[in-house]
């Protein structure tokens, strides 16, 4: 299947520093992306869709200005967390589906590694 | 809202045994849905994915089923290995209200340990 490289897989960072985590497609092309997060023994809860070249979708709850999305390329979407805080500590998940296998809805969606982000 | 349930919570068996997952979902307007499998701490492997016209996909030792009129899927794993250890996450694909665009809604998984 589809390879979905996400970077880094984990990370420590101060309490009101920033940190970017990178998504990438590696062998296809992706204009929408997804990224998710996950609480311990929670399901994953979809935060943004990421389209690239236009601005990213939020979901309900999801503030957009500190979670900064960026979609510069169809194979690489960026989330940064802004002046982050320990209750942003999670697991950040991102997603996307090969647009050369057809409708976007009707492929396999592909995922990340996932970053472990702890906020100290 | 569409939500996912998946039972049970965690499963253990010993190895050998065939088993099968459950997912039931309330909203039946989707247009597939996916299985997958997460280890501790890793992201998610696509398992199988089921068409909303489809009834079933195999892979392997895996097979799928869905019922969409009644909201549900089962997966189905023969002759269980020490190394199928892991959370299976059902995900249904949806339209999404906001853009049109589609959404995957998860389940809390099913934890299965098979104990060699």
């Known amino acids: 299947g589809a390879v979905v490289s996400q970077h880094p897989s984990r990370v420590i960072c101060k309490s009101g520093t920033s940190v970017k985590i990178e998504c990438r497609s590696l062998?296809?092309?992706?204009?929408?992306m997804f990224w998710y997060r996950q609480f311990p023994k929670q399901s994953l809860m979809l935060m943004a869709t990421?389209?690239?070249?236009?601005?990213?979708?939020?979901e309900q709850g999801v503030e957009k200005d500190k979670f900064l999305i960026n979609h510069a390329s169809l194979t690489l979407s960026t989330l940064t967390v802004t002046s982050a805080h320990p209750e942003d500590s999670s697991f950040y998940i991102c997603?996307?589906?090969?647009?050369?296998?057809?409708?976007?809805?009707?492929?396999?969606?592909?995922f990340g590694q996932g970053t472990r982000l702890t906020v100290v | 809202k569409q939500e996912v349930t998946q039972i049970p919570a965690a499963l253990s068996v010993p190895e050998g045994e065939n088993l099968v997952l459950n997912c039931s979902f309330t909203?039946?307007?989707?247009?597939?849905l996916q299985w997958f499998r997460q280890d501790p701490g890793k992201g998610l492997t696509s398992l199988l994915l089921?068409?909303?016209?489809?009834r079933e996909q195999t892979s392997g030792r895996l097979n799928a089923s869905l019922d969409k009129s009644s909201g549900r899927s089962t997966l189905y794993i023969a002759a269980s290995q020490p190394g199928d250890s892991a959370t299976y996450l059902c995900?249904?694909?949806?339209?999404?209200?906001?853009?049109?665009?589609?959404?995957?809604?998860f389940g809390k998984g099913t934890k299965l340990t098979v104990n060699p």
């Open positions: 909203d039946s307007a989707i247009y597939n």
């Open positions: 997603s996307a589906r090969d647009l050369g296998q057809g409708i976007s809805w009707n492929t396999e969606a592909f």
């Open positions: 990421s389209n690239e070249g236009s601005k990213a979708t939020y």
């Open positions: 995900a249904v694909n949806q339209k999404h209200r906001q853009g049109g665009s589609e959404k995957l809604v």
């Open positions: 062998d296809f092309q992706a204009t929408t």
């Open positions: 089921i068409q909303s016209s489809q």
